[in-house]
């Protein structure tokens, strides 16, 4: 203590001026610091929950496109002729696979079509199935299925495009004439488009 009081004013005064700088500027650094962090995790979590919006609505919008064309297949003069029907075309058929196949060819989100007979004729599908993980809508909870429409957990179809993981979207094919169920219409939506391009 006694060397401190005896050094010189212009020592005493430099350390005194050090001290009072350098403790506002340690101070001003970890309060920046500390409100730089806050900024940059506010940031990450806004663009994360951008990031999960975006994805929201590009699925929605898929999902929307999906139930959509079902409506529009559903309707279709030929395939309704086709179902309706008691005798086979095969001209018919292979004009309604022609049809299936520009949408799922124009449509990248689309794994498959399938239409499913109920009077025993061949079912029609583009990409054809071989097989499926798919048992139907009858195969299910009956919770997930409201008479309208339905979809399945994602699950593996193997096609002559190749193995295919999708999520089916089902929905009965009723008569234009008389209402009657004539036969399932199944799209496909493709998990790993989904997964590579979402």
């Known amino acids: 203590m006694r060397s401190w009081l005896s050094r010189s004013l212009k020592h005493?005064?430099?350390?005194?001026?050090l001290f009072s700088i350098l403790v506002p500027v340690i101070s001003l650094g970890f309060f920046s610091y500390h409100i730089a962090?806050?900024?940059?995790?506010?940031?990450?979590?806004?663009?994360?929950?951008?990031?999960?919006r975006q994805l929201s609505t590009q699925?929605?919008?898929?999902?929307?496109?999906?139930?959509?064309?079902?409506?529009?297949?559903i309707?279709?003069?030929?395939?309704?002729?086709?179902?309706?029907?008691?005798?086979?075309?095969?001209?018919?058929?292979?004009?309604i696979i022609n049809f299936l196949t520009n949408f799922v060819f124009f449509k990248k989100h689309i794994a498959n079509i399938t239409i499913i007979t109920n009077n025993g004729k061949p079912s029609i599908s583009y990409p054809e199935i071989f097989e499926t993980?798919?048992?139907?809508?009858?195969?299910?909870?009956?919770?997930g299925y409201n008479e309208t429409k339905w979809w399945s957990p994602p699950l593996e179809?193997?096609?002559s495009a190749g193995t295919q993981r999708v999520m089916i979207s089902a929905r009965p094919i009723r008569s234009?004439?008389?209402?009657?169920?004539?036969?399932?219409?199944?799209i496909g939506l493709d998990v790993d488009y989904i997964s590579n391009n979402v």
């Open 12 to 17: 005493k005064l430099s350390v005194m001026l």
């Open 37 to 52: 962090s806050r900024l940059s995790e506010e940031q990450a979590t806004m663009s994360g929950m951008n990031t999960l």
């Open 59 to 73: 699925l929605e919008l898929m999902v929307t496109d999906v139930e959509s064309m079902s409506l529009s297949l």
């Open 75 to 95: 309707g279709d003069e030929e395939i309704q002729r086709y179902l309706q029907r008691s005798g086979y075309d095969a001209r018919q058929r292979t004009s």
């Open 133 to 143: 993980e798919f048992e139907g809508i009858e195969g299910y909870d009956s919770d």
């Open 157 to 159: 179809n193997k096609t």
């Open 176 to 186: 234009t004439k008389g209402f009657e169920t004539v036969g399932t219409m199944q």
